[in-house]
């Protein structure tokens, strides 16, 4: 099944990642439109918001490689402590360590805020469902999603898209 005719070597690696997911086919096409958007949303938050080239000596250039490679992955459910530290050539540990004593925080609690913080910035938008949020956020499924949003803001998050969209 090809979802994007003419597609690039992207759209051919969305494909055949999401046939390994466990989302039902009529969902995949859904699921791989949140992963791109996801995407196009770290790629401009990263234009935005670039990392200063110069830095304080108190900043760790490890951390600051996990929060762009977390950024830019958000929507990869299967991301973990131990898949960042791989990528960045460290032990899991070291990478925690650091994170917390720079930012207080360990680099899972962290992966959770951003992916709740993006998926209040998409819930301020009512383009998609709360399940493509979900998605496009890198929650494994929609019912979790609502449990962690919950968690960490106190409302659900269709809760939240109403009073954003009443702010509004």
């Known amino acids: 099944m090809i979802l994007f005719s003419g597609g690039g070597y992207a759209f ?11 989302i039902h086919r009529s969902l995949r096409r859904n699921f791989v439109e949140g992963l791109i958007q996801s995407f196009l949303a770290s790629v401009l938050t990263e234009v935005k918001h670039p990392t200063p080239d110069a830095r304080p000596n108190d900043r760790s250039p490890l951390v600051d490689e996990a929060k762009k490679l977390v950024l830019v992955e958000i929507s990869k459910p299967d991301m973990t402590v131990a898949s960042v530290a791989k990528r960045l050539r460290c032990s899991p540990d070291h990478l925690t360590r650091c994170f917390r004593s720079e930012l207080g925080v360990t680099l899972n609690v962290w992966i959770t805020q951003t992916r709740v913080q ?48 009443s702010v509004i």
């Open 118 to 165: 993006r998926a209040c910035d998409f819930l301020a938008k009512p383009l998609h469902s709360i399940a493509e949020v979900a998605w496009a956020c890198g929650f494994t499924t929609p019912s979790y999603f609502i449990r962690v949003f919950r968690a960490y803001t106190g409302v659900t998050p269709r809760s939240w898209r109403c009073r954003a969209e």
């Open 12 to 22: 051919r690696y969305l494909e055949h990642t999401t046939r390994h997911q466990t």
